[in-house]
């Protein structure tokens, strides 16, 4: 026979087991309520409902410098329907002329003014802010910020020239830096370095004020079609570590750039579809700007993360790749 402390203790492991279970079938039942995201069906639905297609470019245009599979018919349909097309690229190394190039290379007709690259919203940001003239700023990444920055009448130092630089510890050295760089922009660099690191930090440390901008924090990139390679992330994280700073990003998923882009083509957030195949920068980047988003398999994300019960980014809707608009599209006629 059980003593009244014993029943007590019983009563209390039954009422944990209880909360337990309670707790678990709540957390099932958000889980369901989270995974929301639908696969693609009624393609000409969704082209309907909105006026506006904003497409990443790498894993849903192209894979490293492969077309894929279907996207001129696609893109070529969504034009006669009418449809205005955007393309945004945390890829910082080109330009929008040089995009504008590789576009025409891969046979699709896109103009510069249609292309959004991250190298160009550092550029558009610093004048958003009214970033001094006067001032300086300190590249840590690729042809593609210089670009910008020099059409934006910024003057610049670093990238790819500071990639053959190299540090020669001697007792007492003290490495120089110009204490007239406002503004440390850190991107995707094939050419990083410790010079480089070194460089960035002391800007950021030590210039009273100075910036720090990512073009992106993408963990990945696609160099090639045949593996993932380290992205732009990995170069920010660097500078991260050394200044204890965070960075402000002007890529995605922030949503300076899907603000910039409502206010040039005068667009309501809610009539544009986000398409990309990165749930935590395209998928994101739509949400943060109030648009309907459409993930694409084609790319970075599969099936199976995308339904894994620990992903909480859940897009509205989800298909193989954007030529499907058009299988789908036959398949409900």
Known sequence: MLSRVGTVAVTKKKKKKRNSNTRR???SSNFVARASAQPLKNADQL???VETFIFDCDGVIWKGDKLIDGV????????TKGKRLVFVTNNSTKSRKQYGKKFETLG??????EIFASSFAAAAYLKSIDFPKDKKVYVIGEDGILKELELAGFQYLGGPEDGGKKIELKPGFLMEHDHNVG???VGF???FNYYKVQYGTLCIRENPGCLFIATNRDAVTHLTDAQEWAGGGSMVGALCGSTQREPLVVGKPSTFMMDYLANKFGIQKSQICMVGDRLDTDILFGQNGGCKTLLVLSGVTSLSMLQNPNNSIQPDFYTNKISDF??????TV
């Open 72 to 79: 001129p018919e696609t893109l070529d349909m969504l034009r």
């Open 108 to 113: 699709l007709n896109v103009c510069e003014e």
């Open 25 to 27: 079938m709540e957390s």
């Open 183 to 185: 503004a440390v922009v």
């Open 189 to 191: 660099d094939r050419y």
């Open 326 to 331: 058009l299988s789908l599209k036959a398949a």
């Open 47 to 49: 082209i309907d409902s």
